[in-house]
């Protein structure tokens, strides 16, 4: 997860936690592309079945080119999120 998701590495550790352990499945999920049975797949539709959009290389001739690759019915608002400092 990108440094500015997150006001620090503490915070980033606990939200990738809460999303990997914790967060309940609240939504249906939307795959983009051809469910090849890898981990980035599976794990894309874990996370979008919890609301967060998941994006990853889409591209692999160009490493810097990322694109959506699952995406939730209905996404996670960031007020939802137990471990994010109010600022």
Known sequence: MPEYVCGSQEETD??????TNKAPKITKEYLLVHHDKSLVVSD??????????????????????????????KPLNISQLPYISKK
């Open 14 to 19: 606990k939200l990738l936690d809460y999303f």
């Open 44 to 73: 894309a539709i874990e996370f979008s079945s919890k609301g967060i959009y998941c994006f990853d290389i889409t591209d692999y001739k160009k490493y810097d080119q990322y694109g959506c690759i699952a995406i939730p019915e």
